[in-house]
Nanobody
Framework: QVQLVESGGGLVQPGGSLRLSCTAS????????MGWYRQAPGKQRELVAT???????NYVDSVKGRFTISRDNAKNTVYLQMNSLKPEDTAVYYC???????????????WGQGTQVTVSS
């Protein structure tokens, strides 16, 4: 069984910063790509950023230059540093990871439970 547990969400004023963390635990053999998605009220879930096991990153245009995704492979953890936050960044943020276990060596996509980020004055 694999679990992803997120932390770090909250309420912040426009222009502020937050750092999200997501740690994978369980019978993990290998973690491939990891990422962050978000879903605002009334909108579809969208990709925010991804990072490969080798550290290559990809961002949606709206967060480029403001958000930074990183990972600590030794801790099975992915981070999202969010700076210069805007009200339109308000959403539930979900982490995502493609993880191989001994029973599923081809890998399966797992999701965290989500953490609320609210940007408001």
């Amino acid at each position: 069984q694999v679990q992803l547990v997120e932390s770090g969400g909250g309420l912040v004023q426009p222009g502020g910063s937050l750092r999200l963390s997501c740690t994978a635990s369980g019978s993990i053999f290998r973690i491939n790509d990891m990422g962050w998605y978000r879903q605002a009220p009334g909108k579809q879930r969208e990709l925010v950023a991804t990072i490969t096991s080798g550290g290559s990153t990809n961002y949606v245009d709206s967060v480029k230059g403001r958000f930074t995704i990183s990972r600590d492979n030794a801790k099975n953890t992915v981070y999202l540093q969010m700076n210069s936050l805007k009200p339109e960044d308000t959403a539930v943020y979900y982490c995502n990871a493609h993880i191989a276990t001994l029973s599923t060596p081809w890998g399966t996509t797992y999701w965290g439970q989500g953490t609320q980020v609210t940007v408001s004055s």
